[in-house]
């Protein structure tokens, strides 16, 4: 597949990574492109290790796989670094995103000699800023639009208002917090 950009998404069930692919993949289609989203799932319970994947592409995806080589990895739970080989396969020319207040340097020991970019967001102190709780997934999210650079910032923010809007039409009150945490997140992940 020629322009497919491959996704994979690590975090821990109920931290919403399977809500942030399925967004990624919502937003993306809006803007004329052909995308997946979906999960993979250990034991389904809170707090075991997931996994969710995007591919969004200019043609048509006719694979319907894992995905075992992304050009990008999300990682939503640090903690995962200590028990996920969340660099396998992950290509040299793209970048892994973690969730962390941590430094790269003291990060680079989890990452199995991993040689391309790594970015980092601390999507506690953002979601706890923006919504109060701890919810990483939209900061997480934001992050991984702005380190690809799938679409224009604002066409995103654009895209995810009327997302919001159209998921939380009974909970209005949760969408400034939602919009303030992916603007936040751009201009936080470095």
């Given at each position: 597949?020629?322009?497919?950009t491959e996704i994979r998404w690590h975090g821990r069930g109920g931290q919403g990574a399977k809500?942030?692919?399925?967004?990624?993949?919502?937003?993306?289609?809006?803007t004329g492109k052909y995308v997946q989203g979906f999960p993979e799932y250990g034991p389904e319970r809170m707090g075991a290790p997931?996994?969710?994947y995007n591919r969004i592409s200019d043609d048509k995806v006719r694979v319907h796989?894992?995905?075992?080589?992304?050009?990008?990895?999300?990682?939503?739970?640090?903690?995962?670094l200590e028990t996920v080989d969340v660099t396998k396969g992950l290509k040299k020319d793209g970048a892994i995103v973690i969730n962390t207040e941590k430094d790269k340097e003291t990060l680079k020991k989890h990452l199995n000699?991993?040689?391309?970019?790594?970015?980092?967001?601390?999507?506690?102190?953002v979601s706890m800023k923006c919504l109060g709780k701890y919810f990483?997934?939209?900061p997480m999210l934001a992050s991984i639009v702005k380190v690809t650079g799938l679409m224009d910032e604002q066409q995103f923010l654009n895209e995810m208002r009327a997302s919001y809007a159209h998921k939380f039409a009974s909970k209005p009150e949760v969408i400034e917090g939602n919009m303030k945490a992916l603007e936040m997140a751009m201009k936080e992940v470095r």
């Open positions: 597949m020629s322009n497919c809500t942030a692919a399925l967004l990624l993949a919502d937003v993306m289609f809006q997931i996994t969710a796989s894992n995905i075992y080589e992304p050009e990008y990895v999300v990682v939503v739970d640090e903690s995962l000699g991993y040689e391309g970019d790594v970015y980092t967001i601390d999507a506690k102190k990483p997934n939209s």
